[in-house]
């Protein structure tokens, strides 16, 4: 019986495992420099934790099951519910501020196509518990951090940043009503992915008449610097005061410039995020040519954990996939592994007394800390066997050639550097030093 993986599921073979392990490694040293803990949870909830607040998107995408007991539960879609629900659970006596991250898999069932799957990656960032927009600067901080890490540039990925209530003022001001405000919210977050026809018969049920579809669409068409809050305000047609949430933008450009970030950052009105927990700062990491779905996005969520049973705390963060991220990288010709994983030497032996002194070299290197492996073949035909070390992209050769059992430390082996081709005799003892180097 041949069996296909299920549809939008990946099988990591070790190539395709070395490009996860090396996304991951980003991900956990960024975090870590910025001072986030890592934490987890588990893979299934409640399929109610998911029905709180996460809104129907994310709903209608739920693998949901009952178990045996009849209980309804659902495989996490996303972390943010979860990280509200362990927060709540403990915030008295956690730590303030609450700095988190994690690299969960999510599946949701949606239609998978180029940066969509059904089971994917994400890396969480996560800071509770600091009202001030300092959380909001360095959480978009640590996100453009880890684009540096792995080689990307500012004019190839941007931080479109905006906030729910501005985008609330715009579009109140434009015709819709308050109890259609949340449907205005995904139709302009769904906009890029619509047919302009369509984007103009649904913002007529919405409430808004052709000349304040004209402006909506003219506003959510542009990006702005992070220090043209003036003439975003004037293009919106709001008159001239700035009220608390326009002023927020003022102060996170102040924030985000001194952290050096003005090129990687810009407002962008036509983010508000599909999630229906946003309350404050929102923004999604896009690729510059605009082709790709959003490589990251989040926002400030206060009132989540209360909503978890918590106490009254503010919350903003981030969610980062591993599939956007690969494919820009790919794209760009950054590399998608690193030498982490590369054998320090690669141990051959020419005839059977050395390849039975094989197995106590290995465990010798691998005692003091060196990645070795060896060939399981014997033969003099080294060619062939230096093809396997250089397969394994092995650093080093070593390669043993004795003509009796009489081996020991001050025994003679060649070293072959497989750069540079360089080949040297060199004694046993002198191994780890020259593997050090
Ligand atoms: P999200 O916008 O739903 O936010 O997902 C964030 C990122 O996860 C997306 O930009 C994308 O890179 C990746 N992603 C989402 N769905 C898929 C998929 N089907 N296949 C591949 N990648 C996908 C959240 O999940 C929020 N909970 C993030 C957050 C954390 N907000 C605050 N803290």
New binding site residues.
Partial sequence: MKLQPPK?TRDFYPDEMAKRRYLHDAWRRVSQRHGFDEVDGPIFESLDLYKVKSGDG?VS?LFHFKDRGDRELAIR????PT?ARMVAAKANGLPKPIKWFCTPN?C?A?KPQR????E?D?W???MLGLDSLQADAEVIAVACDLLKELGVKPDQVKCKISHREVARAILSSLGVPDDKMNDAFTLLDGKAKMPATMFIDKASEIGMDQEAIRRLNALSSQAYAIDAVDQMLTDAGLDGTLDNAWNSLVELDGLLTGLGLFDWCEFDLSIV???AY?TGTVF??HVATGKE???????R?DGLIELFGGPAMS???????????SNLLEDLGLPLTDDSLRPDAFVIALNDTSAEKVPSLLSSLREQGFHVRSSYKTTRNIGKLLKEANACRARFAIILEFDDGLVGPGSLVSLKDLATGDQQPITIDQLADHLRK
């Fill in positions: 939008g994310i995408e879609p996303e972390f943010t990280l999510l949701r949606e940066g969509r799957l059904r994917f994400q969480n960032i996560d995020r599909g999630l946003y999604e990491l779905r959003a490589l990251g996005g989040g926002g969520y919350g903003v963060g981030f969610g980062m996939g591993d599939v956007v991220l």
